[in-house]
């Protein structure tokens, strides 16, 4: 069993930067980010795959996100930035040892899931 480990997060203002972090036990293909904010499903923000880089990011993510990763410390983290108050979300790391080209942003696709980190923005 993969086990996830988040850091990062906590409060900003409108406009600022955030950077969540996750570190996972094992070697995975693929790690993501995901956020759900109150009433609201469950969305996929950002996601990146051993070996190749090639980020996903949503739409509403996409050109304020920056997702990177480090092999050797089976560490990822994800650089949020001109943050919104919509924004604010408890953010969850997401991990997967399935690789078919592309990683997605979709929930099944990932198998391993941390506990999650709260962001709130405030403006």
């Known amino acids: 069993q993969v086990q996830l480990v988040e850091s990062g997060g906590g409060s900003a203002q409108a406009g600022g930067s955030l950077r969540l972090f996750c570190t996972a036990s094992e070697n995975v293909a693929c790690m993501a980010w995901f956020r759900q904010s109150s009433g609201k499903d469950l969305e996929g923000v950002a996601a990146?795959?051993?070996?190749?880089?090639?980020?996903m990011y949503s739409d509403s993510l996409k050109g304020r996100a920056t997702i990177l990763r480090e092999e050797a410390e089976r560490t990822m983290w994800v650089w949020l930035h001109y943050l919104k108050p919509e924004d604010t979300a408890t953010y969850y790391c997401?991990?997967?040892?399935?690789?078919?080209?592309?990683?997605?942003?979709?929930?099944?696709?990932?198998?391993?899931w941390g506990q999650g980190t709260l962001v709130t923005v405030s403006s």
């Open positions: 997401a991990a997967s040892s399935r690789y078919t080209g592309s990683c997605g942003l979709s929930v099944n696709n990932y198998d391993y």
């Open positions: 990146v795959a051993t070996g190749v880089y090639s980020p």
